[in-house]
């Protein structure tokens, strides 16, 4: 089994910044991509950036030019900084982490949440 942990939400200031983590730990012999969703309330879960093994990235329009995804390979972990926050952007942000465990078994984990609220 793949277990997935996403730290780092909380509570910031319009315009304030937060760096979310996501570690990946397990039966892991290799990981293809780590993204980010997140879903607000009454609202569907919606990607927001991904990153694959590669370091390629993409993003959701709304966050282009203020979050940016990177990851390091050596500890399964990816991490989302995101600047310049929006009332908006207030969801439960969700990770989830698509690879392959030994001997060559895909799999596709998702994380628990972490809260990020944005409010004055």
């Known amino acids: 089994q793949v277990q997935v942990e996403e730290s780092g939400g909380g509570l910031v200031q319009p315009g304030g910044s937060l760096r979310l983590s996501c570690a990946a730990s397990?039966?892991?012999?290799?990981?293809?991509?780590m993204a980010w969703y997140r879903q607000a309330p009454g609202k569907q879960r919606d990607p927001v950036a991904t990153?694959?093994?590669?370091?390629?990235?993409g993003y959701a329009d709304s966050v282009k030019g203020r979050f940016t995804i990177s990851r390091d390979n050596a500890k399964n972990t990816a991490y989302l900084q995101m600047n310049a926050l929006k009332p908006e952007d207030t969801a439960v942000y969700y990770c989830?982490?698509?690879?392959?465990?030994?001997?060559?078994?895909?799999?596709?984990?998702w994380g628990q949440g972490t809260q990020v609220t944005v409010s004055s």
């Open positions: 989830n982490v698509a690879g392959f465990s030994p001997p060559g078994r895909p799999f596709g984990a």
């Open positions: 397990g039966s892991i012999f290799s990981i293809s991509a």
């Open positions: 990153i694959t093994s590669g370091g390629n990235t």
